[in-house]
């Protein structure tokens, strides 16, 4: 039988990971750095293949190693959850959280299921709204936290998640093909409109905006219908859509940031524990890539799990 592998290794290696440097995660996970050197080495001779390469100062993760990474994630995530269902001082309060409703959809299944196995004598409340709303719920109070759409100008969530923002159009019709290109969007305030503005206006592509709303459905109805064209991040995507690239004449968009904005708790303990819980299963979470990929072209497509520092990190969406 084969040893099991050494979680506290795991946890290292992860942090080695993330951070990209033995010393830097040395003083992380409190050890020196010839110890945490020795604990790779181990690690490797378990595994059996190498998991790091020098890139410059950097210390990279082989192929091998990214394997590596993704079930390391899971078996820390699944050891806290496992030690959280036994612990006898338990979380118990109710916990406010809100986030849109695209996020929603394919985020809070796997969130709050595993949440509430480790903490069940929580009580989660949920809102979706757009991230403006919610930025404003977090300012007035009535929110202990939210998964929002990260805002590089104003700072306001620490990022957790990085995907594509991609145009997509239906698979079943040539809306792109028109003349004057009929688009369905979040309210002016959306970031993500305004980015495609601008990428049509570099384009001098015609355009006009046909659908205007902060419902995922309703967007992604005048998608599938064939009567608009979008943006949405990767996890958004839809069986039936098309995603459009440079081939069919559409400039690159920015990247969707997802983050996590805190508010004012009188239960800080149970708002640090979902934070945490989220970002972790986000790392957890990839795109169903193989069940529903009949219609998409995801051949340029991949998004980026945000590797996190140390505490000091609508349409739709916005």
């Known amino acids: 039988m084969?040893?099991?592998l050494d979680l506290d290794q795991l946890q290292t290696f992860i942090t080695i990971a993330d951070i990209g440097s033995f010393t830097r995660a040395a003083d992380e996970v409190h050890r020196t750095q010839s110890a945490v050197s020795m604990q790779m080495r181990r690690l490797e001779?378990?595994?059996?293949?190498p998991l790091f390469e020098k890139d410059g100062r950097l210390n990279k993760l082989t192929e091998d190693g990214e394997r590596l990474l993704s079930y390391a994630r899971r078996l820390?995530?699944?050891n806290r959850e496992t030690l959280a269902a036994f612990d006898?001082?338990?979380l118990e309060g109710t916990i406010r959280i809100g986030t849109p409703d695209d996020y929603a959809d394919r985020f809070l299944p796997e969130i709050m299921a595993r949440f509430a196995r480790s903490n069940p004598h929580v009580e989660l409340t949920v809102i979706c709204e757009p991230t403006p709303g919610l930025v404003e719920h977090i300012k007035r109070g009535n929110l202990d936290l939210a998964l929002v759409t990260h805002n590089e100008a104003k700072a306001q969530s620490e990022v957790v998640r990085r995907e594509p923002l991609l145009?997509?159009?239906s698979a079943n019709h040539l809306t792109h093909e028109q003349d004057v290109l009929p688009m369905a969007f979040g309210?002016?305030?959306c970031i993500w409109r305004r980015a495609a503005c601008d990428v049509l206006d570099q384009m001098k592509r015609d355009y006009r905006v046909l659908f205007t709303s902060f419902s995922a459905t309703v967007i992604a109805a005048a998608v599938l219908s064939g009567l608009a064209i979008s943006v949405l991040p990767e996890c958004a995507l839809r069986p039936g859509m098309r995603v459009l690239g440079e081939a069919d004449g559409f400039g690159i968009l920015p990247d969707c940031r997802i983050g996590i904005m805190r508010g004012q708790s009188s239960r800080p303990e149970l708002v640090e524990a979902l934070a945490r819980h989220?970002?972790?299963s986000l790392d957890n979470i990839s795109i169903p890539i193989a069940e529903e990929a009949g219609s998409f072209d995801f051949a340029a497509l991949s998004y980026t799990k945000m590797k996190r520092p140390k505490p000091n990190p609508v349409m739709p969406g916005w």
């Open 2 to 4: 084969h040893a099991p």
């Open 45 to 49: 001779e378990r595994i059996g293949k």
């Open 76 to 78: 820390i995530f699944l």
């Open 88 to 90: 006898d001082q338990r």
């Open 167 to 169: 145009w997509v159009s």
């Open 187 to 189: 309210r002016p305030n």
């Open 278 to 280: 989220i970002s972790e």
